[in-house]
């Protein structure tokens, strides 16, 4: 998100000056500590920055070597215009002071007009971040990255996790051959799946509409999700079980056909403990050794590794639901959502207000912050939000939509665009008391 603002601020300003200050050794956040078989959940077509493409096909989920490099990419062009410093390796503390780590926390004094919090949305990944649950008696617990580190083969694989890291390792481990009968994937609660064969890149163009005319005419949330359902655009994990969650984890089909060969899914909540072999849920203790046992003597090419289990930690908080902030606050920006679960292109729109706007007041009424979507009612609240951000952006910032590559509607066409501007001429954005309706009918 700071590299997608200061993308935008550098090429439309002539004479503003950024510095980025990260705790990380290069540019690209997250992506520098995420698993090495990671790949983008949506296409590239809308991810980085504005002035740069990403991936050799845009269409593509490109991989995390590939986005560290752009990253990179980015940061020695941004560096050419003279107005732009990386600062790898500084924290910025809770005084607002800037360290360098390496110089034993030494102060680098930068004169800003603006501080830009980047950090608010506060990504999580499972290399850095441990678990909430304990492991012990002997349970070898690794994070999503040691599945790439493997150097032997185990008798069972627990994923523990079902957002979209948990969906990942699970694919990791079918994709290398791993049997489904060997894997136990704890699922806390289901979650609805966005579906990407639908969604990208030429569904999109139609998808807002659909959205319209669904929340228009549907009797209740439920009948919304069904709708979606129906339509393609929302997948689930079992027919049989009702999300609870809806976190805009991403798969396309196959992937979903994939997941469903897996039959062992624990649904008994969260881990509380692992002692060995089994498993403490706040209400519910299950044991893995027997079930492992069955699945020797079923199979006898299985090495002497077969009793071993390996536990899979996905459980970091890729994308937690914040509460909303003003984003500009005196001579302090914090960065979140202005459009929902598309965090880069918010960072960029931001950036465009920024210099568009001169008073904070009308900034702050243009765009509403829209938080992580958590559960079936986030998805309305943020439909409602995301359109009518961009509605109220459409005076001080023009055809900027259209033209930034960040943006869905830049990828959904003139004609697209004309189309759903007669879908919501019909059925314009659902009022907070039409939300609460189709709500309150569960
Ligand atoms: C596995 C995964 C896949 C994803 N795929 C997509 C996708 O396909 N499309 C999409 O739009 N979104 C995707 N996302 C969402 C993704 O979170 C955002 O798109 C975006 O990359 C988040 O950027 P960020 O700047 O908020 O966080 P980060 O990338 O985590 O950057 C924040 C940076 O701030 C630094 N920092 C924090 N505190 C301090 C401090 N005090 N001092 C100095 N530095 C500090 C951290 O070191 C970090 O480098 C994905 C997320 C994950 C986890």
């Given at each position: ?155 069972r694989y627990v994923v ?10 699970a ?8 049997a489904p009968d060997r894997i136990t994937w704890v699922v ?73 060969r897996i039959g062992d899914v624990e649904r ?18 299950r044991?893995l050794?027997?079930r492992t046992?069955?699945l ?147």
């Amino acid at each position: 998100m700071g590299m997608a603002f200061a993308d935008e601020i550098l090429h439309r300003s002539r004479t503003a000056r950024v510095v980025v200050v990260d705790r990380r050794a290069k540019p690209g956040g997250h992506w520098n500590s995420a698993y090495r078989f990671v790949t983008l959940h949506q296409p590239a077509l809308y991810y980085g920055v504005n002035s740069e493409p990403l991936g050799e096909d845009e269409r593509d989920l490109v991989s995390q070597a590939q986005i560290l490099a752009y990253y990179e990419r980015v940061a020695k062009k941004l560096e050419r215009t003279g107005r732009f410093t990386f600062l790898p390796k500084c924290e910025v503390g809770e005084d607002g002071v800037i360290r360098a780590i390496a110089r034993g926390g030494e102060e680098i004094a930068v004169r800003a007009g603006k501080t830009v919090d980047a950090t608010y949305m506060d990504v999580r990944v499972p290399s850095t971040t441990p678990p909430e649950y304990a492991a012990e008696g002997g349970a070898t617990l690794v994070p999503i990255n040691g599945l790439a580190e493997l150097e032997r083969g185990y008798g069972r694989y627990v994923v523990i996790g079902a957002g979209k890291t948990g969906i990942d390792a699970a694919l990791y481990l079918l994709e290398r051959g791993v049997a489904p009968d060997r894997i136990t994937w704890v699922v806390p609660n289901d979650a609805w799946f966005l579906n990407r064969d639908a969604l990208y890149p030429d569904g999109l163009a139609s998808e807002f509409g659909t959205q319209l005319e669904i929340l228009s005419d549907a009797t209740s949330l439920t009948d919304v999700l069904q709708r979606l359902e129906a339509a393609g655009r929302l997948l689930r994990l079992d027919a049989k079980v009702w999300p609870s969650k809806y976190r805009c984890a991403t798969v396309n089909e196959a992937e979903l056909a994939q997941l469903r060969r897996i039959g062992d899914v624990e649904r008994s909540g969260r881990i509380e403990r692992i002692d060995g072999p089994t498993l403490h849920f706040a209400e519910r203790t299950r044991h893995l050794t027997e079930r492992t046992r069955h699945l020797a003597n079923r199979t006898r090419h299985l090495d002497e590794t077969v009793d071993e289990i390996l536990y899979v930690d996905c459980t970091a908080d890729g994308l937690a639901k914040r509460p909303p902030r003003p984003i500009w606050d005196g001579d302090r920006i914090t960065l979140q959502s202005i459009s929902m679960c598309q965090q880069v292109m918010s960072a960029a729109a931001i950036a465009a207000l920024e210099l568009a706007l001169p008073d904070d007041a009308k900034k702050n009424a243009t765009f509403l912050p829209v938080p992580h979507p958590l559960h079936p009612p986030d998805f309305l609240r943020c439909t409602q939000t995301t359109i009518r951000n961009q509605e109220r952006s459409l005076g001080p910032l023009g055809l900027w939509a259209f033209r930034s590559r960040l943006s869905a509607v830049h990828h959904m066409g003139f004609l697209g665009i004309l189309r759903f501007a007669f879908r919501l001429w019909r059925h314009p954005v659902p009022d907070d008391e039409r939300l609460a309706a189709l709500i309150e009918a569960g």
